[in-house]
């Protein structure tokens, strides 16, 4: 039992008739949706669309801008340790490693994810699954680079948190005073990075806006204290800019000066390893908001790979430099009276930095939920945007295994071998999506076969280039991805094998079944009202499986029969529901529209809409004789029914198919209870199993002996 979600349902409700926001008391505001009012939605991403305002720029530099963000810290010091380090830098170095980082990050940050991925939004929402979304229909075979794609993405997002947090802490070793509190040894650093992450995972429930609204102005500062520092290098070296230069990257990197040779490419990836996220974090602050926002951030950030770089130019061979284990120029390069200060600032920016994948990864989910790649889990939605949402399981799965990060690697230099080889995997498999959007929806047809040639083979080199980390931590990312891909696998396949055998019934057919079961009082009334919740929105079919429930596994009398559906609808607060009889006064269909920031009380919610069909004569009076009130009401009692499929033994059903089934409701078990996500904890609630396939393998006929024989 699932609910169905307008955005991957095209027959909809728009939401503007019978909505209005619900009042404390729930129930008591909901409004009834007659028939002839619209359910379809138009699916124009415009009604999705955030407002650019200074406000939501500000939510936009917190949430979606940290991972990119925090780069530099880590980009130089990773092609500085490639190189050998200070005392092998030269004119040459610097100049050709800065211009494959400002070309990296113009090309696949601001050319393909700005400029073309953003315009690829799934109703306003972004990411590898919303683009798969699009464009499905051009070949089955586009779900293996979503999944593969997704998957790599949630991976790395786990890894995120643990290197920029680490990195941050480490840099407390660059103050003498701190140095001799913490020490050289890792301990206390991972004691803090732990602490920082589990209080950055506990804060996630206040949602994306508040938190953004926290962040923004930190991480203004904090791209403005980049540039600053940045740009005071550049103006004492201008001849720093000649690093804009393509062909100088190109000249170093095919230079026998090169030490690390073309795995230079896997440490220069690490300046757009943020890139993705921002794609995912679309629906989060809107694609206008990023536009605006992007040029400041792109700035900034160069001004600082450029000011490092000058400061490496001045102090190269400089032997004190060369005596610090890991020097990291992003904190040498400021004095010793600003290095606390940018200490404290960094760290507020690693955690923002883990923030992006953390909101990224909600996005992700949700809409492999909607695709049927992942299990329905239960979401909330804290802010006034349905793209601003929270995945309580993701986030807790995502704080254990950043934990289990940095237990494993310890340090960031550890933790940097294993970052960025599984997003080259989701850039290579977005690229591919991206040309079919080009090719078959935006009919740029020759555009698309040179975006999809030149960024794949660019992407492919940072793929071979990043493979050298693979044993150096870069297995841990693989595996994880591996572990995520192997759950929408078989989520996948289990899904469709049910679908295969799932089968829709016309409620009318019976309704004389229904009808004699009520009167026949040779069997037990099990409730005044029973329910049945569905996922099929058709109102005149039901799934063959609750009919079988109600008519074949022991027949299920009841008073009235309700079969209700929760539809969560784009608007944040429609409350209303549509009922049809069916020309009966004991079958119900009865479909509940709901905004996607009203609480999915269906317990209360169907009580008002029980009361509202007795008040009009449409339920007839369900008297009962005893209750703690004075004068008992017309309504009696209530038990839901929750069917699981269950894969029978004797199912005629190949062994790769009983896998698929038994695999995915493995997963399930641990999604978590859809009674609880639907307000039935407290209500009369029983499970019952029906078979998933009715179809049984054919057996021989046994045959019939006399009793004082034996075969």
Not at 284 to 304: D, E, M, Q
Not at 555 to 561: E, I
């Amino acid at each position: 039992m699932t609910q169905s979600t307008a955005s991957d349902q095209k027959e909809q409700t728009s939401g503007t008739q019978g909505t209005r926001k619900p009042d404390d008391h729930g129930a008591a505001a909901i409004k009834r949706k007659s028939k002839n009012e619209s359910k379809h939605g138009d699916g124009d991403d415009k009604s999705h669309n955030i407002p650019v305002s200074i406000a939501a720029m500000l939510v936009t530099l917190g949430v979606v801008y940290g991972d990119i963000g925090t780069s530099p810290m880590y980009v130089t010091k990773a092609l500085l340790a490639g190189q050998g380090g200070i005392m092998q830098v030269t004119e040459e170095f610097i100049l050709g490693a800065l211009s494959l980082v400002i070309w990296t990050v113009t090309l696949l940050t601001t050319v393909k994810y700005v400029l073309i991925s953003l315009k690829a939004g799934n109703h306003g929402e972004g990411g590898i699954f919303a683009l798969y979304s699009i464009v499905r229909k051009y070949g089955k075979w586009l779900i293996i680079p979503a999944m593969l794609g997704g998957s790599a993405l949630l991976a790395d997002g786990i890894l995120t948190p643990a290197v920029t947090i680490t990195t941050a802490v480490e840099g407390l070793r660059t103050i003498p005073a701190m140095r001799s509190l913490i020490g050289d040894g890792q301990t206390n650093v991972v004691i803090i990075t732990l602490i920082i992450v589990s209080l950055l995972f506990a804060v996630q429930r206040a949602g994306t806006s508040k938190i953004g609204r926290a962040f923004g102005p930190v991480m203004t500062f904090w791209f403005l204290f980049l540039g600053a520092n940045g740009l005071v290098y550049v103006l004492g070296n201008p001849a720093i800019l000649l690093a804009f230069n393509p062909l100088r990257g190109i000249a170093f990197l095919l230079s026998p000066n090169n030490h690390a040779g073309v795995m230079i490419l896997g440490s220069c990836f690490l300046a757009t390893t943020g890139a993705e996220a921002l794609y995912s974090d679309m629906g989060h602050v809107g694609r206008g908001n990023i536009y605006a926002t992007w040029p400041f951030v792109k700035i900034c950030l160069l001004l600082s790979y450029l000011g490092q770089g000058a400061w490496l130019l001045a102090n190269a061979g400089n032997p004190e430099l060369a005596a610090i284990q890991d020097l990291n120029p992003f904190f040498e390069m400021l004095g010793e009276g600003m290095r606390p200060f940018a200490v404290g600032l960094s760290t507020c920016a690693a955690i923002i930095a883990s923030q992006a994948l953390v909101t990224g990864a909600f996005s992700l989910v949700s809409e492999a939920s909607r695709l049927d790649l992942m299990p329905h889990m239960q979401i909330f939605y804290p802010a006034e945007t349905k793209g601003q949402l929270y995945i309580p399981m993701v986030n807790n799965v995502m704080w254990v295994g950043c934990i289990a990060v940095v237990l494993l690697f310890q340090s960031s230099a550890h933790m940097e071998a294993a970052y960025g080889l599984a997003i080259t995997i989701t850039m290579i498999c977005t690229s591919i999506l991206l040309f079919f959007f080009l090719h078959n929806i935006r009919k740029r047809k020759i555009a698309a076969w040179i975006f999809v040639i030149f960024f794949v083979a660019l992407e492919g080199f940072f793929f071979g280039a990043s493979l050298t980390k693979f044993f150096h931590g870069g297995y841990f990312t693989i595996l994880m991805a591996a572990l995520i891909m192997g759950i929408m696998v078989s989520w996948y396949n289990g899904t469709s094998v049910e679908r295969r055998q799932a089968t829709l019934l016309p409620i009318r057919s019976y309704l004389g079944q229904l009808d004699s079961l009520r009167n026949d009082e040779t069997y037990e009334l099990m409730s005044d009202n029973l329910v049945y919740l569905t996922n099929e929105t058709n109102t005149n079919y039901l799934d063959r499986d609750i009919l079988y429930s109600i008519l074949d596994k022991h027949p299920k009398r009841a008073r009235a029969y309700w079969f209700l559906n929760v539809e969560v609808m784009d608007e944040p607060h429609t409350f209303s529901y549509s009922v049809e009889t069916f020309g009966t006064d004991y079958v119900f269909r009865v479909h509940l529209y709901l905004g996607y920031k009203v609480n999915q009380r269906v317990n209360a919610y169907l009580r008002q809409v029980v009361s509202d069909l007795s008040a009009s004569g449409e339920l007839p009076p369900q008297t009962h004789e005893y209750s703690v009130y004075k004068k008992p009401g017309p309504i009696g009692s209530f038990r839901f029914c929750m069917l699981r499929k269950m894969l029978a033994p004797e199912s005629d059903v190949d062994s790769r198919e009983r896998s698929a089934i038994a695999l995915k409701y493995t997963i399930r078990r641990f999604a978590g209870s859809p009674a609880r996500w639907f307000g039935l904890e407290s209500s009369s609630v029983f499970y019952e199993y029906v078979p998933l396939f009715t179809k049984f393998k054919e057996v021989d006929r046994m045959m019939r002996i006399d009793p004082n024989t034996r075969p």
